[in-house]
């Protein structure tokens, strides 16, 4: 069968708790990026949701990393955190300004991360959703929307999501709601409830059923285990990419556990 590309990473690589633990004890910091890159296909950038960077910042980082090895990155604070989210042009205009596009082909899913305060109202939110390009300088984009509310855990927000072919992002969580409505031709997840006391953040058999649950997606089906906000419908089954992310609270075995997961993927 016929399946997408699955990638597990982690957040970040600039992590003083790996330095001897993930990193080699003697490796220079400006060699950190080159290292993890190398030992998971895909990072999840958090730093571009505090700040703006520059293009020449995005051209290193695409330049330090393998071919294959895809970034995925998070849209700037100030657009996610307007009270009104239809009126959100002029900031994502500064965040594209920073020169995103500079990734090129290791330019991922961009992922727009809403407070847990925020609620679903589903008309401002198409309003958000309509300011979403298609592209930008010529690269091709795929956006992901990370809410973090109750009140989006309902049919008209996975309809809005498929409507725009924008990812609605599995986030497993102990407080944020958990949607596994695949909305888009990709599918994107964060786990969040790994331990730093395990040495793979997460216990053995539980990365074999999120190796599976991948398995699932990246063939076009769905999890049975997983929560829907609309089980009534689904989007048409046909191979998707995968992009998950080990993400928990400490998150130092947070890179182990995405090796360890793609190891048992590369098992199969």
């Not at 700040?51 to 990393?65: I, L, M, S, V």
């Not at 090129?104 to 309003?127: C, N, S």
Request: aromatic share 12%.
């Amino acid at each position: 069968m016929t399946s997408g590309t699955i990638r597990a990473g982690m957040g970040g690589w600039t992590f003083e708790p790996w330095e001897g633990t993930f990193y080699p004890e003697d490796l220079p910091k400006k060699q950190q990026l080159h290292y993890a890159s190398r030992m998971v296909p895909t990072i999840e950038i958090n730093g571009t949701y505090y700040r703006g960077q520059t293009p020449e910042t995005f051209a290193k980082w695409a330049a330090d990393t393998p071919d294959g090895f895809v970034f995925s990155v998070k849209g700037n604070r100030f657009v996610t955190n307007k009270k009104v989210l239809a009126e959100a042009g002029e900031s994502m205009k500064k965040f594209w300004d920073t020169g995103v596009h500079e990734l090129g082909d290791r330019l991922g899913p961009v992922v727009w991360q809403f407070a847990p305060t925020k609620k679903f109202e589903p008309d401002d939110f198409e309003g958000f959703l309509k300011l979403l390009p298609a592209k930008t300088g010529g690269v091709p984009l795929r956006h992901v929307l990370e809410v973090r509310h109750g009140s989006f855990a309902v049919p008209e927000f996975v309809a809005l999501a498929r409507k725009y072919g924008a990812a609605i992002c599995y986030a497993q969580h102990h407080e944020y709601p958990e949607i596994a409505d695949v909305t888009a031709d990709f599918v994107y997840a964060r786990l969040q409830k790994g331990e730093d006391t395990i040495p793979t953040a997460y216990p053995a058999e539980e990365l074999e059923r999120w190796a599976e649950r991948t398995r699932v997606w990246s063939e076009g089906g769905q999890p049975r285990d997983l929560p829907l906000a609309d089980p009534s419908s689904a989007s048409p089954a046909k191979p998707r990419d995968v992009f998950v992310y080990i993400i928990h609270e400490g998150k130092i075995r947070a890179p182990q556990g995405a090796m360890a997961l793609m190891t048992l993927l590369q098992k199969a």
